[in-house]
């Protein structure tokens, strides 16, 4: 279970300086570090499926259930939103190695993903991923990547997250990915910008320092700057 009490405005302020100059991965670890015991180093070690269940956990805890974005059609262009339930996106993530022709294979993790983001080729990248899991039997070829892959996202199905999206102008249907490390920086960088706005104008007009603004509640806040800008 996530603990998110520690989330104070400092926290936010402490979390978006951190995670501005990161690689949106590390971002992931960093968020989830700060609700749960584990470090970003063991993070990285656990399934990506089991990851998101997490990240998903922290969205709703820390902003509510809503996720809510757009996304542009591939055919005219046409920009059409969406909206769900972080709560939807739950689901069991085996801790069993998959089997793929006599080969055993883990399920990836954060850190096997960085792996293979190194490689600039795709079909590269796509071996390198399954050779950084691969754990008993044979080395691996190109003939095991469409059967591991269906394994693994069959084992691990919140692994990668696929919206089912239909064009309302032409109609046309694909699926796109729901990134939610995106959406949780997208809430933290503009809770963030907030609340350095609001210490900005109080420090102005009280001088008072950015430590005792942020340790006002949220409600004190607001009606000293109501007050501020009447």
């Not at 950015?210 to 509640?217: A, H, R």
Request: aromatic share 6%; net charge negative.
């Amino acid at each position: 279970m996530l603990d998110v009490r520690g989330l104070t405005s400092s926290a936010i302020l402490d979390l978006w300086e951190r995670a501005m100059q990161l690689h949106p991965l590390d971002r992931n670890l960093l968020f989830l570090s700060a609700a749960l015991p584990e470090s970003p180093n063991v993070l990285a070690d656990w399934p990506v499926g089991r990851l998101n269940g997490a990240l998903a956990q922290f969205f709703s805890s820390c902003f509510g259930g809503r996720l809510e974005g757009w996304a542009a059609c591939c055919q005219c262009g046409e920009k059409l939103e969406f909206q769900m339930n972080s709560s939807e996106l739950v689901g069991e993530t085996a801790t069993e190695p998959v089997s793929v022709n006599g080969r055993i294979f883990r399920l990836p993790t954060t850190r096997d993903l960085a792996r293979a983001l190194a490689e600039p080729d795709p079909n590269r990248a796509a071996m390198r991923l399954l050779e950084s899991c691969h754990v008993e039997g044979g080395a691996p070829g190109e003939q095991d990547l469409e059967a591991a892959g269906e394994k693994m996202n069959r084992a691990d199905p919140l692994a990668e997250i696929r919206l089912a999206l239909a064009c309302p102008a032409c109609g046309h249907e694909w699926q796109d990915t729901l990134d939610l490390g995106a959406f949780i920086w997208s809430k933290i960088e503009t809770r963030a910008k907030r609340l350095l706005r609001d210490v900005h104008a109080l420090a102005s007009a009280y001088g008072w320092s950015e430590t005792e603004i942020l340790s006002l509640s949220e409600a004190r806040r607001s009606f000293y700057l109501e007050m501020v800008e009447a």
